[in-house]
């Protein structure tokens, strides 16, 4: 990305370094892949194949059902879908007449679906005719007016009141907000994310040019739609390539092998354990997964040996570590992949056009090299969160959202993330971050994934408690504890750890959920 290519321009109140040469809006990305190449395919869903031309008629069909249900621009469509042709066309009908989507995950439970429809105040809900029974009553729910359901037979397309005539584009302005993403949540209660048309685009443009994406891409939608990775690292960057979104409605590692090879995938988004997972198919250097050009991880370190192994089996795929949150509508940092390896233990360099300030508790810049507080700034920050003020403005200061990571920043402008403010441990006065055990647990060739959370002590603050993933079940404890004790400081080193072949819980972004590792440890202190 040349510097050249951006200049200052007023967003959401704020001076942003924005991309000159830019769609105004999402519809826009459709117009222009369906102008290159009107008869490639743009979405797999099973033996479903739509091609761009496909897709737009489709689009347009669902734009005129959106428009006889008396949707407007800017009334909210909430998405209750798995990652089916269903979820693009819904997204896209959306965006050209300027409604604004909530996608919500599959697994969420009824409170949650009704919390999320009231705080954005949906109007309608294209749901998956599985979950029908699993939705709120209407009676608490009482801004929703419509409710549509979906199958593989019954697609949105085909619903009654689909109409060609009636899906022309409307006037979308690009600060106009795209989408309502709820956060985790993993503390309070969820937030809606705004992104706008212009964080999308900015997105979409910054992250395709820093990964080398060129026209034609092919990815899998491993991981869900319904999040800020799934639905603008994947969806919308390769929509922006005029390439193909292969939809897999959950991760097996042998069915990805399968389509990785079958459709050609170039470029994927990942976790660490899954590309970990992929590994351990007994046939995995049996798959031609020569296409297979680059690939991002996130959420959680690499570990070592899977760098290793990929780098052996798959030479030609460039790796790059990112970084970045919903409120920053996916990546802000990336690590160049020829430098993963010598900078394992950091996360990148932020993109062009992203602006880094590392803070102290009194809101003051610290020295380069010193830790403090991550804050982001640049056209892919969202302006706010939906009807939440008083979130906002703790949130967001002068552009820059206040990330709650602490980390520090090198002389040469590489980002090094320590850990969740609220994930830092204090043992007895010795500060602990669990990033640095969680790194040391799973560099353990036996270790997929680890976890690390303190347990109250009322000696010493907290102790050091550990949980991993461990598939082969050839790891125990004692032998864990020797291992982090020849790489860690004796006060770091876990003072319990609980082994399980199961993967440890987390959100659909990836990001581990400390919070259910807590209730688990919980739930042991009462058992004994």
Known sequence: MSEKRLRPEVHHGRIVRAHASRPGCIDEFLDRALTMAPNRTAIVDGPLRLSYRDLDAHVRAVAGLLRGLAVKAGDRIALLLANRADFAVAVLAAARIGAIIVPMNIRQRRPETAYAINDAGAVLLIHEASLAKHLPAAADVPTLRHRVAVDDVRHIWLAKGADVRAGEAASVGQDDPFAILYTSGTTGRPKGAIITHFNAVSSVIGAGDALGLGDGEVSAMA???????????????ILGTAGTTVMMREFKAARFLELAERERVTFMCMVPTMYALCLMEPDYARHDLSHWRAGTFGGAPMPEATLERLAQHNPHLRLTNIYGATETTSPAVMMPSDAIVCRRHQVGRQLPYCEILIMDEEGREVPRGAQGEIWLAGPMVIPGYWNSPDATAEAFVDGYWRSGDLGALDEDGYLQLFDRKKDMLNRGGFKIYSVEVENVLMSHPDVIEAGVVGRPCPVLGERVEAFVSSPHGAVTEASLRAFCAERLSDYKVP????????????????????????????????AT
């Open 495 to 526: 003072e319990a750890i609980t082994i399980s072949a199961d993967p440890l819980p987390r959100n659909a972004n990836g990001k581990l959920l400390k919070t259910e590792l807590r209730q688990m440890l919980l739930a042991e202190q009462r």
């Open 223 to 237: 991981v869900p739609a319904s999040h800020v990775t799934g639905l603008v690292l994947i969806f919308l960057n």
